[in-house]
C-alpha cells in the first residue's frame, strides 16, 4: 500500500508568520507534488518535484516555496503566511516505474488569522 | 491553458439507480485518465484509470473515454448512500502532472 504522511492535519497560524508543510512518503516515489484545495477552485497545483534538489513551478507557486533535501520528503513552505492562504492542501506522490497515477495524502487544513 | 470541465451538480439519485459523471478536457493530446473520490473533509482516492478509447469496468464503476470527442464518464451502477461524494476527474496534462476537474457532487438518497 502507498502511504503518504503529512505533519499535520490541521494547522492555525497568524498572518506574517513562517510556515512549513511536510510530505513524507515511504516508498520510492520519485515524483511528489503541493496542491491546495479551495471550494469553487478545485484543485491547484502549487510546486512538484521530479527528485531530490529538484523543484518546478506550478500553476500558483507565489508566494510558496519549496524544500527537497531527501527522496522521501518534500517541504511547501509560506515564507510569510496571509489570510488568502487558508486552505487544505494535500500532498501527492507518484512513482514513475509504476504508472502516472497520483496518489494523496490525508491533508493539512490550514488556517492563517 | 488546459481545462477540464465538470457539472458541479450536485446530482441526486435514488439509491439502486445508476449515476452517470461526465468530463470534458480540452488538450487533445492527453493520454492518461483519472476518477478520484472525494469525501468531504478527506483527501481525494482513485477510483478508476482508463488510457484506452472504450469501456473499463471495476465492480460497481465503469470509466468511459471517447478521445475523438474528448469525453470522460465514470457510471456507478447500483448507487449506494456510501457513494454519496464529489467525483473528480483528472487528466494528464504534461509529463507527470495532472489537470483535475473542479468536481461533481453527487448524492445518493436511501
Known amino acids: 500500500d502507498v502511504k503518504v504522511t503529512q505533519s499535520s492535519r490541521y494547522l492555525v497560524k497568524r498572518t506574517g508568520e513562517k510556515v512549513f508543510l511536510e510530505c513524507v512518503q515511504d516508498?520510492?516515489?520519485?515524483?511528489m507534488f503541493w496542491y491546495r484545495q479551495d471550494p469553487g477552485l478545485g484543485l491547484r497545483l502549487i510546486y512538484f518535484?521530479?527528485?531530490?534538489?529538484?523543484?518546478e513551478k506550478g500553476d500558483i507557486p507565489e508566494g510558496y516555496s519549496v524544500s527537497r533535501e531527501k527522496k522521501e520528503r518534500f517541504s511547501l513552505i509560506l515564507e510569510s503566511a496571509s489570510t488568502n492562504q487558508t486552505s487544505m492542501y494535500l500532498c501527492?506522490?507518484?512513482?514513475?516505474?509504476?504508472?502516472?497515477?497520483?496518489?494523496f495524502g490525508p491533508g493539512t487544513r490550514l488556517t492563517v488569522l | 491553458q488546459k481545462e477540464v470541465e465538470q457539472n458541479s451538480g450536485p446530482l441526486s439519485v435514488p439509491e439502486g439507480a445508476i449515476a452517470s459523471l461526465n468530463c470534458t478536457y480540452s488538450?487533445?493530446?492527453?493520454?492518461?485518465f483519472f476518477w478520484y473520490r472525494q469525501y468531504s473533509g478527506k483527501s481525494p482516492e482513485l477510483i478508476m484509470s482508463?488510457?484506452?478509447?472504450g469501456d473499463k469496468e471495476d465492480g460497481r464503476f465503469t470509466a468511459q473515454l471517447n478521445k475523438a470527442s474528448q469525453y470522460v464518464s465514470l457510471l456507478i451502477r447500483d448507487s449506494q448512500p456510501s457513494d454519496s461524494a464529489t467525483y473528480l476527474c483528472?487528466?494528464?496534462?504534461?509529463?507527470?502532472?495532472?489537470?483535475f476537474g473542479k468536481g461533481t457532487m453527487l448524492l445518493v438518497s436511501p
Open positions: 501527492a506522490i507518484r512513482r514513475l516505474a509504476v504508472s502516472d497515477t497520483q496518489y
Open positions: 516508498m520510492d516515489h520519485e515524483n
Open positions: 518535484s521530479y527528485d531530490v534538489k529538484m523543484k
Open positions: 488538450d487533445r493530446v492527453s493520454q492518461s
Open positions: 482508463i488510457y484506452s478509447n
Open positions: 483528472a487528466v494528464n496534462s504534461g509529463y507527470s502532472t495532472l489537470t
